[in-house]
């Protein structure tokens, strides 16, 4: 069964630049479409941005369009979210997972398991 680590995040200031990464184990990543979600302080977890299985195609909630990107390397099981013009807003845990649906208005995970997720925190 595919698992996910994330693992990146940190405390970075405004306007900073972060890559977080979603190692996975267990499975071939290349199988998956994998998704970034993202629960800031007392908010609803949402879906970030969202890749598929070969990377030929990606999604992003309007509010991160221009600043995130996407993207993954099969060969090493890994996926990532690189993380530019970071502001306070962006402070939330990363959570990375497989998405069963990939779109600019919705994205869906596979399932409702949920691991650790690694903290992103833009602060002065």
């Known amino acids: 069964q595919l698992q996910l680590v994330e693992s990146g995040g940190g405390l970075v200031q405004p306007g900073g630049s972060l890559r977080i990464s979603c190692s996975a184990s267990g499975d071939t990543l290349g199988d998956y479409a994998i998704g970034w979600f993202r629960q800031a302080p007392g908010e609803k977890r949402e879906g970030v941005a969202c890749?598929?299985?070969?990377?030929?195609?990606?999604n992003y909630v309007d509010s991160v369009k221009g600043r995130f990107t996407i993207s993954r390397d099969n060969a090493k099981n890994t996926a990532y979210l690189q993380m530019s013009g970071l502001n306070p807003e962006d402070t939330a845990v990363y959570y990375c997972?497989?998405?069963?649906?990939?779109?600019?208005?919705?994205?869906?995970?596979?399932?409702?398991?949920w691991g650790q997720g690694t903290q992103v925190t833009v602060s002065s």
């Open positions: 997972a497989s998405v069963e649906w990939c779109s600019s208005t919705s994205i869906i995970p596979s399932d409702d398991y």
């Open positions: 890749i598929s299985d070969d990377g030929g195609l990606t």
